[in-house]
């Protein structure tokens, strides 16, 4: 078992902030994390990583209580950059890890041409840009080659070449055996990086697999709608027909390529097909609409 979070309950003052939290994992995967501001994410990566204690409720790491020392060696957690000390170089920050995680320092050169950020490894963090302390803070994370990674929007300032090399080594790592979970509003990028989203919700999650959303819809809109229905139900095909007289259709019950031959084949014109991909911001958009309109 990877992780095992059992009605984890956790509250600020009288505030509950995570209201019974369940988490399975049994095989390494990516699941991003993903709720409104304020939703209760970084509260629950803390509480599983042991910086914040919880309320009710257990979390088991790897077959550990996650309060096991060994778990240090064994999980990482990338946090937002006020970790970092404007003082120190990045290397200096590299060094610190290398120590405390007993790794040789030859792994610093290793992931820092892996993270591309060799050219500032000796340059102190006070004058590095929003992106290079990402950069920083991933190669810190990754030194370790850790079993479960946690993170907390770890896109934040990246421009789209660094977002793309961070897909890839999160993509690597998950092949070689890591767990990753993952927090972000970047919906673009989790939609290309995992099918497996936690929304979280009024301090609950809901889990859902994109597999099923991102099923391409199309909308037909042909000439004689009435006409085209009536063929349709006689043919038993399934489809949604909506006010503006358009048909909807889904890829995975009718082809597309079916419905054009069967329309066409009985004389009906198609004049216009709307193609839609669902994905995690419209799922997002249903879920908190209210909040994501305002
Ligand atoms: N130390 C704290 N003391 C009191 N309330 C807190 C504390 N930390 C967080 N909160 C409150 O708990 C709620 C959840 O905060 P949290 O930071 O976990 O949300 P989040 O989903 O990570 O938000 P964001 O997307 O903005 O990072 C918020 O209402 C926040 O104000």
Redesign the pocket.
Known sequence: MIVQVKSLKKR??K?W?LKGIDITIEEPQIIALV??????????LNCMTNLLSFNEGSVEILGKANTAPSLFYEISYLQDNRILYGNLTAYDHLKFICRVQKLPFSRIQEVAERVGMTSYLKRRVRNFSLGMKQHLLLAMVILNKPKLLLM??PLNGLDPTSAINMRNILLELYKEGTTIII?S?NLDEIDRLTNTIYF?KDGALLKESLKELTVIHYELTVSDTEKAKGILEEEGLPFTSNDQGQLGFKETDVPLQTIIGLLYGNGIEINHIDNQKAGAEKRYRELFEERATV
Not at 35 to 44: F, I
């Open positions: 600020y003052k505030d902030v709720g409104p501001n304020g939703s209760g994410k970084t509260t629950l907390d929007e927090s509003h979280m």
